[in-house]
């Protein structure tokens, strides 16, 4: 599997699933939007250590994804300190930092903090740990930011634009055709072989089998989607 997302299809899947999310996302908002709080301390967390590595470039190499020193040596924290060392340049990273912070607001909205934070961080752990069996050194926000973003996919499917602040359901064919998309575009980077579409089915699956539970009476959430009876 190809990790880097550089290809002509991993960068044209990303965007399109970009637009399509912001297109889902803005109909699935709640009434009640306080400050996204994540978004704002991941960006901090991983855009300064990010934008410094051009010119610290030992930043990289302390945090980065390396299969051999985490195999060999024993430092799985770079599972983790991966989400930190971005591995495309300088736009990348800038540009990553954008959708990191799209992604974290609209997921803190609709999912609240804790579960947004969740749904961020577990792609990109599962995604790491696949990528050192893989062989494939590197690192980056873009698994955490795929995982989110398919989490909110997967209300979409179950739930459409149901708001349970306000009790009324939306425009539901809209946002499920544009999730159903999105969904399309992950199987075609699988396909393709590109690990970002693996990170985008991993974060669906969490968002399917979280969103399934708020099925039940009296399971949901402020501001979360939940379905009628």
Known sequence: MDTSGTSIVSIVGDLLVLVLFVSCGVRMLPAARPFPWPAAAFA?????????????PQIARSLARDPHATLAQGQW???????????GGEAAAIFNLVVLA??????????????AIVFYLVPSIVLNLLAV?????????????????FS?????????????????ARSTVSVRVLAAAAVVVAVVLVVTGDAHGVAMLV???????????????GRGRRGMPVATP
Do not use: C, E, K, Y
Request: proline share 6%; no cysteine.
């Open 44 to 56: 901090v967390v991983i855009g300064v250590p990010s934008l410094l590595q051009p010119l610290v």
């Open 77 to 87: 924290w770079r599972i983790v300190t991966a989400l930190l060392a971005q591995d």
């Open 102 to 115: 799209v992604a974290l607001a609209f997921g803190t909205w609709i999912w609240g903090p804790w579960l």
């Open 133 to 149: 069996a893989w062989n494939r050194p590197g690192g980056g926000s873009s698994f955490a930011d795929d995982g989110l973003i």
């Open 152 to 168: 909110v996919f997967a209300l979409a499917l179950l739930f459409g634009t149901r708001d349970a602040a306000r009790g009324s």
């Open 203 to 217: 974060g669906l699956a969490l968002g399917l089998g979280a969103g399934w539970g708020l099925r039940r009476p």
